[in-house]
């Protein structure tokens, strides 16, 4: 309450003075001394007339274009923040997502790669046994003559488990690739592998350590001897690169299926 | 007059150039326009008493707008640059309003 009318007096007491003060200068003051400082006054007047007309309007236009927030209250300004950092969180946690979704793509990509790869490289391990493609590699070549149509088929059965034995990875008797189902059956000097017949010399050529191979056809009481046994000669040609060109046909299987808790 | 006119070339001009406030200057400009205007108003008033003199409205212009900054300054450095403002706008205001009133009596005879 004290201060109330203190205030209002202040605007009066700047012209106080002035009344004073102008009333001896406008009154009494000399004639010539009047038109210089009149003009001075004048001029400074205008001067800041002109700077408050401009001031005014410099800040009435950086209060409009600062999109209100320069002029808005704290508490606006508190709730704008407010309401940008909840924006904030949001997209952030958008990003997150979004990022996670991203993650999880990529290593897909990359798990799906791997697994095409491993199951490229099955099928193809699977498919030299299963006989369905070609194989070539380092091997043997055993050459079986009979001239005396001795050699039967449990001579033939007996090279091939052994082969199998030492190692043998893919295996044709003539032209019959040998698979987990061949049969030899027939009679000496008539063989027939899987249904084929074989006529005599037999030629079988067999992919695997040729060293391996050669010894254990060669072992005491083995093929060798069983065909020498049998009036036949066995000849055994180790070489480089062995070609099994016979190919199986694949019969789908019409029982057997994949065991369901069986994972990779 | 040519105050009235100075003060439209000065909105003119600004109008015109259009200027970016600087930044330090922007807590300060719109405290020293209120006391600008309300040193003009006591101009006026003054004028109308018959009471006019330009140095004590120079002196009071420019001491006014000194002061309401100086304020502003201080209360920024206190940490309490909001609430001096406000008073700085409110005593201000009460003072135009006063002016405002006297003028109004003096133009209108109520």
Known sequence: MPE??????????????????????????????????????????????????????????????????????????????????????????????????????????????????????????????AGTVAAEGPGIELTVSDPGAEVGPEVLLNAIQELRAAGAEAMQVGDVRIGVSSAVTGRAGLLVIDGIELTAPYTIRAIGDPQTLEIALNIPGGVVNAVSRAGGEATIEQQDAVVVSALRPVDDPEYARPAEDEED | MIPAFALLIGVILGLVLDPTVP????????????????????????????????????????????VAALIVFLGDKLGVGGQLSTAVVVVLGIRIFGNAAAIRRHVFRA
Request: overall charge negative; charged content about 25%; aromatic content about 4%.
């Open chain 1, 4 to 129: 109330r009318p203190e205030q209002p007096e202040q605007p009066e007491q700047p012209e106080e003075p002035g009344e004073h003060a102008a009333r001896p200068a406008d009154s009494e003051a000399a004639a010539p001394q009047q038109p210089t400082s009149n003009r001075r006054a004048g001029m400074l007047i205008g001067l800041l007339c002109l700077l408050l007309g401009f001031a005014l309007v410099v800040q009435v236009r950086s209060t409009t274009d600062a999109s209100g927030l320069g002029a808005a209250r704290q508490e606006d300004l508190v709730s704008i923040l407010d309401d940008l950092s909840a924006r904030e969180d949001r997209l952030r946690q958008d990003i997150a997502t979004q990022e996670e979704l991203r993650d999880r793509l990529v290593s897909g990509d990359d798990q799906s790669d791997t697994a095409l790869a491993e199951a490229l490289l099955r099928e193809q391990q699977l498919a030299i046994l």
């Open chain 2, 23 to 66: 930044l330090w200057l922007q807590p300060y400009l719109p405290i020293a326009v209120v006391a600008a205007l309300d040193a003009v108003f006591g101009g006026v008033r003054a004028w109308l008493d018959g009471l006019f003199d330009a140095k004590v409205f120079v002196v009071s212009f420019v001491s006014n707008v000194l």
